[in-house]
């Protein structure tokens, strides 16, 4: 069936420095969103990418979408600490006659900063 | 505008005992949709409904769980009887469709701690 997979499943950072998780799907995903979800806390949107090869950029976070809607990306620059938490992308899961809804959830990245 | 609210924050049982999570969705949004998430994993979903009509429970365990939206705008998802493996927060999240088609993603109930002992 379809998969989101995530990675890489951790990532420490160092304050200041940049990176980058990566999300890629089996199958071709109509939109792809981004949630955070801090310690404790649940999953709140970010963004949503729509268009092939669409790029969006949100402060120092930028998104990305594959040209064949298989994967996306988030970069981080300059991390801070209020970065820390788990990175979820989403993708709907396949259907015919929603293909906005049913979102299914990659593992996440849990992101750690030091300071 | 209030979010997702969702109750209890958190909760404790035995197994075998049953349990129930209610979730009001954000007032109009007509598609509401409960989620597990076990800790260190993405959330799961397991029941979509939109009003009060079920869309996709094609991941719910049936045989344990149940989950209704008499009204259309309230819910809750039960757990009878429940196991060890249950333990993880149950999210609930709603949407207005066409929202989703505008970018606006879901929003999600800050979710109830389930801890089976």
């Known amino acids: 069936g379809q998969q989101v997979m995530q990675i890489p499943q951790y990532q420490h950072v160092q304050e200041g420095e940049d990176f980058t998780t990566y999300c890629n799907s089996s199958?071709?995903?109509?939109?792809i969103q981004w949630y955070k979800q801090r310690p404790g806390g649940h999953p709140v949107f970010l963004i949503q990418?729509?268009?092939?090869?669409e790029v969006k950029k949100q402060k120092r976070l930028t998104f990305q979408f594959g040209e064949a809607k298989k994967n996306s990306s988030l970069h981080i620059t300059a991390t801070q600490t209020t970065d820390v938490g788990t990175y979820f992308c989403?993708?709907?899961?396949?259907?015919?006659?929603?293909?906005?809804?049913?979102?299914?959830f990659g593992a996440g990245t849990q992101v750690v900063v030091t300071p | 505008e209030a979010g997702v609210a969702q109750s209890p924050r958190y909760k404790i049982i035995e197994k075998r005992q049953s349990v129930a999570f209610w979730c009001n969705p954000i007032?109009?949004?007509?598609?509401l949709y409960w989620y597990q998430q076990i800790l260190g994993q993405g959330p799961k979903l397991l029941i979509q409904?939109?009003?009060?009509?079920?869309?996709?429970d094609s991941q719910l365990p049936k045989d344990r769980f149940s989950a209704e939206r008499l009204k259309g705008v309230d819910s809750t998802l039960k757990i009878q009887p429940a196991k060890l493996e249950d333990s993880a927060v149950y999210l609930c999240?709603?949407?207005?469709?066409?929202?989703?088609?505008?970018?606006?993603?879901?929003?999600f109930g800050s979710g109830t701690r389930l801890t089976v002992v």
């Open positions: 409904f939109q009003n009060n009509g079920v869309v996709d």
């Open positions: 990418l729509v268009k092939s090869g």
């Open positions: 007032s109009g949004h007509a598609t």
């Open positions: 999240a709603s949407s207005l469709d066409m929202e989703i088609g505008l970018g606006r993603g879901y929003t």
């Open positions: 199958t071709t995903l109509s939109n």
């Open positions: 989403a993708g709907p899961r396949i259907s015919t006659t929603d293909s906005w809804g049913k979102l299914q």
